[in-house]
């Protein structure tokens, strides 16, 4: 008898975590759902230095070009002729999308304007150049 008094004691004295869990896994979800990731443009690019430059957050479309006038988008390296195609598709994303354009020091100006002009082209009201804080 004095077996069954002690697994009821022990019982009436645990506590239920399962309530305790919902909730935990109810905010997991929350924040995995809200949260804004990081957008990547794909390659790794030394940018110019500027003393004068804004900061710019949730920038939604990345756009790297390397030294070798490569231009990186989501990770994917795109023709130039292909530019436009993949920033409307960004932007059927998220229409109000601003572009930032990470351009290596060593790469073509005349490649970044037309990357710029393309942007605008698309209604994108802010487009604006990646630089590094001197």
């Known amino acids: 008898m004095s077996r069954k008094n002690e697994s009821e004691d022990d019982q009436t004295g645990a506590i239920d975590l399962t309530p305790m869990l919902d909730v935990v896994f109810i905010m997991l979800i929350f924040f995995i759902v809200t949260a804004t990731f990081i957008k990547e ?8 230095e500027a003393t004068m430059a804004d900061e710019k957050k949730n920038a939604s479309i990345l756009i790297a ?7 990186w988008i989501d990770k994917n390296q795109i023709d130039p002729r292909g530019v436009r195609a993949q920033i409307e598709r960004l932007l059927a994303d998220n ?20 990357v710029a002009d393309t942007a605008r082209q698309l209604n994108v009201s802010n487009v604006a150049v990646s630089t590094a804080k001197k």
């Open 41 to 48: 443009a794909g390659v790794e690019v030394t940018r110019p």
């Open 65 to 71: 070009i390397t030294d070798e006038d490569e231009i």
């Open 95 to 114: 229409p109000r999308g601003s572009v930032v354009i990470q351009a290596d020091a060593e790469s073509s100006v005349e490649l970044l304007a037309e």
